[in-house]
């Protein structure tokens, strides 16, 4: 039982590539979360999903967009990677909206 | 409104010795306040959490005071071990009428034990 893989750990891209992040669940939950983290800001919400084939913009949407075709699965896709998008990414899970968010190992992007 | 403000920054604290941490916040719609701790290279876990109904829930060396009409919270660490050395969020849930019910994280606290 994994709980909620990302992948990859680290990527380096340069301004204007395009990435696909990809977050895993084993635990059946319906809400998926993808945070970013950034020293001295906590953890904000870039996009949800509340079910397969659902998604929904978050606090800091702008330059990202997600697909939830599986139940599973949550992506996030960076089209025209900016240096501002520099950060650590964090896909989370709930059963439901109670909470609580069990978070994956994160997966740290540099902008260059 | 939406804002949830945490202090210290960073805290050293020796082994043995209380750890604090301060939260506060505004929105008096805030109906649940978890804590999450985060070891380096490791995404946030749940450590413990409060409803504004309750003053104080304790878990092991972890404590959560509450007071609400200060709208404040705070996590003490009780006998603090090296092993405590994290990163601690303080958190809150306001619920919406959407489908998902917005959770503010404040910035973080660097927790440092030493031996």
């Known amino acids: 039982n994994a709980g909620v893989t990302q992948t990859p750990k680290f990527r380096v891209l340069k301004t204007g590539q395009s990435m696909t992040l990809l977050c895993a669940q084993d635990?059946?939950?319906?809400?998926m979360y993808w945070y970013r983290q950034d020293p001295g800001m906590g953890l904000r919400l870039i996009h949800y999903s509340v079910g397969e084939g659902t998604t929904a913009k978050g606090e800091v949407p702008d330059g990202y967009n997600v697909s939830r075709l599986k139940k599973q699965n949550f992506l996030l896709g960076l089209e025209s990677a900016a240096p501002s998008q520099t950060s650590v990414y964090f896909c989370a899970a709930a059963r439901d909206r109670h909470l609580p968010l069990h978070f994956g190992n994160g997966t740290r992007l540099t902008v260059t | 409104q939406q804002q949830v403000k945490q202090s210290p920054q960073s805290l050293i604290v020796q082994k043995g010795g209380i750890s604090i941490i301060n939260c506060a916040y505004e929105n008096t719609a805030f109906d649940y306040f978890p804590w999450y701790q985060q070891f380096p290279g490791k995404g946030p876990a749940l450590l413990i959490a409060i409803r504004p109904d309750v003053s104080e829930k304790k878990e092991g060396r972890f404590t959560i005071s509450f007071n609400k009409s200060a709208k404040q919270f705070s996590l003490h660490i009780m006998d603090s071990q090296p092993g405590d050395s994290a990163t601690y969020f303080c958190?809150?849930?306001?619920?919406?009428?959407?489908?998902?019910?917005?959770?503010?994280f404040g910035p973080g606290t660097s927790l440092s034990v030493i031996p």
């Open positions: 635990m059946n939950h319906e809400y």
């Open positions: 958190a809150a849930r306001s619920p919406m009428k959407t489908s998902y019910d917005k959770v503010i």
